[in-house]
């Protein structure tokens, strides 16, 4: 028993070596942020960060800076939300309990005050009852419900103070939970968005038996670009890419999001592939169709392109495997030139020829 803290420390040893290891070889950045990460990798306790770094090094080779930041704030950072979260629940449970002991409070006074109401009854019904003793009881009455009124009038009070509390808790328990699930730099749904999506059209129970389809996109040499033009022109590509979707994605519950550094991805429910494929053809011409300008000089960078995979779930799906055969498709069509869209049809005998 007695080897437990040192077993303990060793592992953690071993897994800090690992995580320098690979910080070292696939990392653009030694930063604690890039240390967090990988260290979260190796202890294996987040599989889905785990599959996005996976994707993204077998993608680009290498994690950069962006990316890193993206990891970070999804699985690491986002405690600091949930956290903020509990605080605020326990605010909001704390105003319902003092709400409910004021309730219970009145409820005691009325029903003294019934009781009262009941005993003078019988007394004013008694007809021995004097005219001294019927002036004490008319005085008792008004005294109670002077008593009744004013607890009733503290409760409304109190009632109206917590419901313009809760309605502020409300907004601000909306609001964490929408900047949990938000790009900050396109306005999209970040990855949780994108992987609570995914499992929503996946794993549901009412999921099965319903057409569903995936929508996966990359923007072509994006890092070759981001290199010559800078990080604010990059962004400013993200930020294009981010309104074209907008714009051609009209489908009812569809999620779009940005779940890595340069990478998309569209959920569409109730969309078949030949459905699916038609919407990522429309996102990449007009993507395709728009000159970039930079802001600062007004000079033309060209266009950009992006290539797309699209892939529809089977009956035995999961969030993991539509995902890999989305992203299989966005590889071939990397492989045969970039710039279009390969579906699961199509993408298959590439796949064999690759």
């Known amino acids: 028993m007695s080897h437990g803290p040192d077993l303990d420390r060793d592992r953690s040893f071993v897994l800090a070596q690992r995580s320098f290891e690979l910080m070292r070889d696939y990392c653009a950045c030694a930063t604690p942020r890039a240390y967090a990460v990988w260290y979260l990798y190796v202890s294996g306790t987040q599989p889905l960060m785990n599959d996005a770094i996976k994707r993204l090094t077998a993608q680009n080779g290498t994690l950069t800076n962006t990316d890193i930041e993206s990891l970070h704030d999804t699985y690491i950072d986002g405690r600091r939300l949930a956290v903020e979260v509990d605080r605020m629940n326990s605010s909001l449970i704390a105003e319902v309990e003092g709400i409910m002991e004021m309730i ?3 409820i005691r006074s ?3 005050y019934g009781e009262s109401l009941q005993a003078l009854s019988h007394d004013i019904a ?3 009852t004097t005219r001294t003793r019927l002036r004490e009881i008319v005085t008792t009455i ?3 419900t002077r008593d009744v009124t004013a607890n009733n009038r503290t409760l409304e009070a109190r009632m109206r ?8 808790l409300r907004e601000t328990l909306e609001a964490a939970r929408l900047e949990s ?3 900050a730099l396109t306005g999209l749904g970040n990855r949780k968005s994108f992987e609570t999506a995914l499992h929503r059209a996946c794993d549901a129970p009412e999921a099965g038996g319903r057409p569903t389809s995936l929508i996966v996109l990359d923007i072509d040499y994006f890092k070759r670009f981001n290199d010559l033009y800078g990080h604010l022109t990059g962004d400013q590509v993200l930020r ?3 309104i074209v979707m907008r714009e051609h994605v009209g489908q009812p519950g569809a999620t779009l999001a940005r779940f890595g550094g340069e990478e998309f991805g569209i959920v569409l429910p109730e969309t078949d592939l030949a459905e699916a494929r038609a919407v990522a053809e429309r996102v990449r011409t007009s993507v395709t169709g728009r000159e970039l300008v930079k802001r600062s000089t007004g000079e033309s960078l060209g266009k950009v392109t992006v290539s797309l995979g699209v892939a529809a779930r089977r009956e ?5 495997s539509l995902l890999e055969r989305a992203d299989a498709c966005l590889f071939a069509a990397k492989r045969a030139g970039r710039n279009r869209t390969l579906d699961e049809t199509e993408a298959g005998p590439l796949r064999d020829v690759a």
């Open 316 to 320: 035995d799906d999961n969030a993991v």
């Open 240 to 242: 294009l890419v981010a």
């Open 110 to 112: 009325t029903a003294q």
């Open 142 to 144: 008004i005294a109670n």
């Open 181 to 183: 699930l938000t790009d």
């Open 126 to 128: 008694n007809t021995a």
């Open 161 to 168: 103070e917590s419901r313009s509390e809760i309605e502020g």
């Open 104 to 106: 219970e409070v009145s």
